[in-house]
């Protein structure tokens, strides 16, 4: 999924929850102003119906109406509108007022005081009715008005809920925006800072200036810089210790080639050739130890490589080799194998294999033992190598796996210090774990890969395979 300007979207949600709660507040806003003001109308007409009660009186059994002149002055006296009123006895009998005033249907059951809109002169009113009994008659009390204060309430209402709004959706647009840039500016200074950032001069974001919401990102960006610090400094070491380790045996090959030019004696001659042949011998395995842990990092191979290998037949075909090199060192070399897989890359994997054999053989002393082992354990494959040779010190356990780094107790023996390295290498990118332990004999080393098995369908278990090997 891709993903645009950050300011913009966050702009337009804002923007757009603003607009739906705008358009939710205009009719509540328009309610609450609108009614109370036609509330207030309504009991003015109410109270007005009620001041005509008083002048109709019952004498000798008829009702006689008597409303002072002045008194009907000031009841249709207003501003805005026409007011009128209307007086019935029982039986809807007309007493007083204006005729033909609209009366509530139907009026006969009329118990209660009743506010209703009704026609009048062609002109929309808005009526009281008031029932009321004397000496136990029923009579009906009514005033009505035009409505043109009403509508012109509801125009200014209108009017002054829209200003209102649109001043309140003005000063809101500037917020949004305004608050969308305050609140990407540490992004912004992140961007600035990154962007003059050289790769020779990796330096931390400073998390106290960021909001607690981008601080998480901030910490693991630093973090990912100090890993990148690190392998750049990793990076120049092993090119350092590898233009070294290069240097000296072509040095050698160089002076050998020199003095055989002038060389006479045939003895010293074939002497000069052999020394040259090991050099070049010593540099060959450099660089290819050196090729193997550059297709051990990631993607230092393709992943179109990967497939499910069978750890035992791995070791089965590298065999071979390993025996070659034990043979001169009376070393018994024996293999006990059950059928595990894992899944990767089978040239890295041998490759892996075969520098740990290798260390084993190479490090223990003329007539050990070395074993090695391919097992599966719950959902992990596991591979040992075992030897009973002078081991590694518990101190120096970690250190070994580093590039070029070579033990001192150790240094009389010929190596490149990359064999270790390579293999952790492989080892991570299988996602598995590596690590070195003391055999249970309490002498030599045991070194221990762990790999997850591949989560398909676990291939049954071949018999234990021991292959062994003893030079005699």
């Known amino acids: 999924m891709q993903y645009g300007s950050l300011r913009k979207a966050l702009i337009k949600r804002l923007s757009l929850t ?6 939710l507040l205009i009719p509540l806003l328009y309610f609450l102003v609108q009614r109370p003001a036609v509330k207030a109308y309504d009991i003015d007409l109410s109270d007005a119906t009620r001041s005509l009660i008083p002048s109709l009186q019952i004498v000798n059994g008829k009702a006689q ?7 009907e002055d000031i009841l249709r006296t207003d501003s805005h509108d026409n007011i009128y009123y209307l007086v019935l006895g029982p039986g809807e009998q007309f007493i007083a007022g204006d005729q033909g005033l609209p009366l509530p249907d139907p009026a006969h059951k ?3 005081p009743l506010l209703y809109n009704a026609v009048y002169l062609d002109h929309d009113v808005r009526v009281s009715a008031i029932p009321h009994n004397i000496d136990g008659q029923q009579f009906i009390f009514l005033t009505a008005e035009t409505t043109k204060k009403r509508q012109l309430l509801a125009f200014n209402t209108t009017i002054a809920t829209i200003v209102s709004l649109l001043v309140l959706i003005i000063v809101s647009t500037i917020n949004v925006w305004y608050s969308t840039n305050q609140a990407l500016v540490p992004l912004d200074k992140i961007r600035k800072a990154l962007h003059g950032m050289q790769h020779h001069n990796l330096e931390a ?5 960021v909001p607690t919401e981008i601080k998480p990102l901030v910490q693991e960006f630093n973090s990912l810089l100090q890993r990148l610090d690190a392998s750049a400094e990793g990076q120049q070491r092993f090119v350092a210790n590898a233009a070294h380790q290069l240097r000296t045996p072509l040095a050698g090959v160089q002076t050998q080639l020199e003095l055989l030019r002038d060389e006479t004696n045939s003895q010293i001659h074939e002497q000069r050739i052999t020394q040259s042949i090991h050099a070049i011998e010593r540099l060959a395995h450099l660089v290819h130890q050196m090729l193997a842990l550059l297709s051990s990092v990631p993607g230092g191979r393709e992943t179109s490589v990967q497939t499910l290998v069978n750890i035992s037949d791995v070791i089965r075909e590298r065999s071979t080799e ?3 090199l ?3 060192r009376m070393v018994d070399l024996g293999f006990e194998l059950e059928t595990v897989h894992v899944y990767g890359d089978s040239l890295l994997i041998g490759e892996m294999i075969a520098n740990l054999v290798d260390n084993a053989l190479r490090y223990s002393p003329i007539g050990s033992i070395v074993t090695v082992r391919c097992r599966q354990q719950d959902a992990l494959s596991i591979i040992e190598v075992e030897d009973n040779g002078p081991g590694i010190p518990t101190k120096e356990r970690e250190l070994v796996f580093e590039r070029f780094y070579r033990s001192a107790a150790f240094a009389a023996i010929s190596g490149s210090g990359l064999g270790l390295a390579i293999a952790r290498e492989v080892v991570y990118g299988l996602n598995g774990s590596i690590r070195i332990e003391t055999p249970s004999s309490g002498k030599g080393c045991l070194i221990v890969v762990e790999c997850p098995a591949p989560a398909t369908k676990q291939i049954p278990m071949e018999h234990t395979d021991i292959l062994a090997t003893q030079a005699v």
């Open 110 to 112: 009329l118990t209660k």
């Open 326 to 328: 034990a043979t001169p």
């Open 322 to 324: 390993w025996v070659h």
């Open 205 to 209: 974001l400073d998390e106290n200036l």
């Open 65 to 71: 109406f008597t409303f002072p002149q002045a008194a």
């Open 18 to 23: 603003l607009g739906l709660s705008l358009l």
